[in-house]
């Protein structure tokens, strides 16, 4: 991000929506930022945002494509095509997901007239139809505008820290999510072994849930399968999952009374301090407690 | 500069059959589950607060197919899905018509299933199949409003 602050001169926003929901993005990082070579800020910057409506992000954009649902496996398809120049006839291709050719010519020729582009893309994106494919020819269409030019693409992640737990993964197993180890060796595979599937079939007869609340954030049948079995809430507040779960450990919130390691969202590890005392535990110290007694009970 | 059709919502758009003169029982569209700001910092206030609850409850749809279906701003209507049904309030918003947004949270996962992820382990959250009625017409009376935290899900 401290790249796109200082350099990009072209910034494109699709499925995301910052200004709602990564509130001091813009003026810290992306199209307000004043950086090294970016000294005159919004005004040096060209700011493209794809959405399926208008939002406060696309309304500040000098560019919005307004597309229809479901296609960021097509936007990204046509992208790359006109950044390879492939011929594409207006005839045959009018428009592509509601779009006409002509404006996502103009989106090309931005990337290729760029000096450094950064493309910021949201669960619009991800979580459209497609999924994990539309990510991958996200990626392909990275590296295509890097023929041209430099080009940067970064996923708008959620909840503070959220990629955490997907670098310590990553570094323990490989995999950064989803990964099962049932077997006693490390399986992933997101459609069988995220939660979802996991409640879903009914397999888990007991859950630790760690700085998260699947009471507000999972579908309601999933939450039916929890409330069904001895859950273990770990967590600084009160939210829809403490109600239930059958033990709940209020911990000291990291960052503000316990200190830690947060991963920003492209990947940068920024250490975080103490700054006043709790009467609870960190959440570390909770989990290191419970190792300790499941290995004492192992040895015993 | 914007590009784009005036009305970009899903093929499958289509209105159900009048229910007075001016108003159709039903619109039939996909939900898509979105933060907003509001959502984000009451979220961060306590999940539990009134504000928070009221926020997740709240439908933004296209003007037009607020009048279409003979509310007005605030009104309430029921969501329904293959999964579930919540009673939201309306607010008019900026957005094609047959498309409605809802605030991630509680509400919106009533409408949808775990079991339905497509392979991708991830549920439906931006783009579910829903009808939008008004409340209280037909079956649709009685209806538990929104937003009253877990009490309802078991």
Redo the contacts between chains.
Sequence with gaps: MGEARNRADLIIYWGCNPVETHMRHLSRYSSLAKGLYTPEGRKGRKVVAIDIRPTPTTKGADLFLQVKPGNTFEIASVLRALLRGERLEEEAVAAVAGVPLASWREVAEAIKACRYGVLFFGLGVTQCRGSDINVEQVGLLIQDANVHTRFYGLAMRGHGNVNGSNQVMTWLTGYPMSVNFSHGFAQFNPGEFSVLPMLARGEPDAALIVATDPGAHLPADAVRHLRSIPTVAIDPHKNQTTPWATVVIPVAPSGVAAAGTFYRMDNVPLRVRKLIESPYPSDEEVLAAMKERIDHALRA | ?????EH???PAWRVGSAREETAVSHITG?L?T????KQ?AEMES???NAKYLAEIATLRLNPDDLTALGLEEGGQAVLASA??RVVVTCRA????RG?F?LP???VA??L????V???????Q???LEVTVSPRGTGDDDGEQAGGT??AD??
Excluded: Q
Aim: proline share 8%; charged share 10%.
């Design positions: 500069m914007h590009c784009g059709p970009a919502g899903p996909a898509v979105v933060r907003t700001a984000g306590g999940k539990t999964h579930g918003a900026e957005g094609p498309l947004f991630l949270g509680e996962n009533r949808c299933s775990a079991a992820t497509n392979g991708t382990g991830v549920p959250w931006k783009y935290g877990h899900v078991s």
